[in-house]
């Protein structure tokens, strides 16, 4: 869905606040579909430079650039006419509205802590959310057969992403996609990108698919059940109901068809899972775990890599990349295309594993069989940025360090880890961190 940043805060840390909009009946159920929590009060900009040291993201250039905002917007016009807006819609959507500056903060937020893995599956992956997803499952089963029978997608993925991005619809968003993408397409260090995504926004207004009263969502512009961004409604979206719009806000048919439109166009491998979980013996050559390395499971399995439970692998010429996200003290993962698929869509590993973890209990699977070190203290970012400063002091090329820990950087603490006669696994631990202090 390319869509903006990874995944979501809102989903970590917010309740439910959502309520249940009515829609139209699809292909023979009833009720409704959850939608996202309305217009709920929102503190106001803390009026305060932006962390990231953009200078379009320091105090007196947000102002500056509010002020400027309706000579900004008028400013598009000539583009929104290229893309046959008409000039009553442009009017109409554009003459009242004023910048979100509180989005300024969350664009530029510097959380003080993370969330491991564990935590994340552990929020994402709930008894409630299994509950939920397989009563939806059940409601909307002929739906699914046609999506299923259309794009190739099995629906247990499908409801994985609606369960992960809003929990089924209850924690959309709230904000109106049109200020949203206004806002950041004349304010702050994104407003090239947002341009389009505004762009986009009059598109969809134009177009009457989705009403305006119902196009909210994140703060970034994402909306509906399974989290749009306006220029992904572009590439994606279906009328698979067939009433002449593609409402992926109000309708399950188009919003399951057009998830599932994404995913086929992305590569989605019909009939083949997203990997699996396994067992890496402690003497295995961690330096092999790596995103660029694929092999079939076959030569994995040759290496020692075993699956999970005891159970067999149903085709060993797959090919599939290994994942140790807490290394040798945790479970392992190997990652089949569709996993990489599921990454296109959002780009954060944590993600794309709760997706395939949710998917495999809503299908009827257990939980992941090994334990994660729950007793390791996760890095803030902070810490991890030191962390890669301390590897750049012992000569490793990681690129800028940004706190984030890449592939390039697991290289360089498994390389640091191997000097050490430590197990090279590449786990960003706080004991690693303190020994890199200590050098």
Same mark, same amino acid.
């Given at each position: 869905m390319r869509r903006f940043g990874l995944l979501a805060a809102g989903l970590i840390l917010l309740t439910a606040v959502g309520a249940y909009a009515g829609v139209r009946k699809d292909d023979g159920t009833t009720g409704s579909i959850p939608a996202g929590a309305g217009n709920v009060s929102a503190p106001p900009w803390s009026g305060q430079s932006g962390a990231s040291g953009d200078p379009t993201m320091t105090a007196d250039a947000i102002r500056a650039a509010a002020a400027n905002f309706h000579r900004c917007l008028d400013g598009l016009w000539p583009a929104a006419s290229r893309r046959k807006v008409s000039r009553e819609t442009f009017v109409e959507a554009t003459r009242h509205l004023t910048p979100d500056l509180r989005i300024m903060d969350l664009m530029d937020a510097q959380p003080e802590f993370t969330k491991s893995f564990w935590d994340y599956l552990d929020i994402l992956v709930t008894d409630q959310r299994i509950d939920d997803g397989r009563a939806l499952l059940d409601r909307y089963a002929r739906t699914f057969d046609a999506v299923e029978k259309a794009y190739g997608v099995d629906r247990y993925t499908l409801t994985a992403i609606?369960?992960?991005?809003?929990?089924?619809? @209850?924690?959309?968003? #709230?904000?109106?996609?049109?200020?949203? $993408?206004?806002?950041?397409?004349?304010?702050?260090?994104?407003?090239?990108?947002?341009?389009?995504?505004?762009?986009?926004?009059?598109?969809?207004?134009?177009? =009457?698919?989705?009403?305006?009263?119902?196009?909210?969502g994140s703060w970034a512009g994402a909306f509906g059940p399974t989290q749009f961004m306006p220029t992904a409604f572009q590439r994606y979206a279906v009328d698979f109901d067939g009433d002449g719009r593609r409402d992926?806000?109000?309708?399950?048919?188009? +919003?399951?068809?057009? @998830?599932?439109?994404?995913? =086929?166009? !992305?590569?989605?491998? $019909?009939? *083949? $899972?997203?990997?699996?979980?396994?067992?890496?013996?402690? @003497?295995?050559?961690?330096?092999?775990?790596?995103?660029?390395?694929? %092999?079939? /499971?076959?030569?994995? +399995?040759?290496?020692?890599?075993?699956?999970?439970?005891?159970?067999?692998?149903?085709?060993?010429?797959?090919?599939?990349?290994? %994942?140790?996200?807490?290394?040798?003290?945790?479970?392992?993962?190997? %990652?089949?295309?569709?996993?990489?698929? /599921? +990454?296109?869509?959002?780009?954060?590993?944590?993600?794309?594993?709760?997706?395939? #973890?949710?998917?495999?209990?809503?299908?009827?699977?257990?939980?992941?069989?090994? #334990?994660?070190?729950?007793?390791?203290?996760?890095?803030?970012?902070?810490?991890?940025?030191?962390?890669?400063?301390?590897?750049?002091?012992?000569?490793? !090329? /990681?690129?800028?360090?940004?706190?984030?820990?890449?592939?390039? $950087?697991?290289?360089? /603490?498994?390389?640091? *880890?191997?000097?050490?006669?430590?197990v090279p696994d590449g786990f960003a631990s706080s004991q690693l961190l303190q020994e890199l202090r200590a050098r």
């Open positions: 609606w369960g992960v991005e809003t929990n089924y619809g @209850t924690l959309g968003g #709230h904000r109106p996609v049109l200020r949203s $993408t206004a806002t950041l397409a004349c304010v702050g260090r994104r407003q090239a990108y947002f341009r389009n995504e505004f762009l986009a926004t009059l598109e969809i207004l134009q177009h =009457k698919d989705v009403p305006e009263s119902e196009l909210v992926v806000v109000g309708s399950v048919p188009d +919003m399951l068809a057009s @998830t599932a439109n994404n995913l =086929k166009k !992305d590569g989605w491998v $019909t009939g *083949q $899972t997203w990997g699996y979980e396994v067992v890496v013996p402690a @003497t295995f050559d961690f330096r092999l775990a790596d995103r660029q390395r694929w %092999m079939p /499971i076959s030569d994995w +399995m040759r290496l020692g890599i075993v699956r999970a439970g005891g159970r067999s692998f149903p085709n060993p010429s797959a090919r599939a990349y290994l %994942m140790v996200p807490a290394g040798v003290q945790g479970p392992g993962f190997l %990652m089949l295309e569709n996993f990489r698929v /599921i +990454m296109r869509y959002n780009p954060a590993e944590a993600y794309a594993l709760a997706i395939g #973890h949710l998917a495999d209990r809503l299908r009827g699977g257990g939980p992941l069989v090994q #334990h994660w070190p729950r007793y390791e203290r996760v890095l803030t970012r902070a810490e991890r940025f030191e962390l890669q400063e301390h590897l750049v002091r012992q000569g490793y !090329d /990681i690129g800028e360090p940004d706190g984030h820990v890449g592939g390039r $950087t697991r290289a360089a /603490i498994r390389d640091f *880890q191997a000097r050490l006669g430590q």
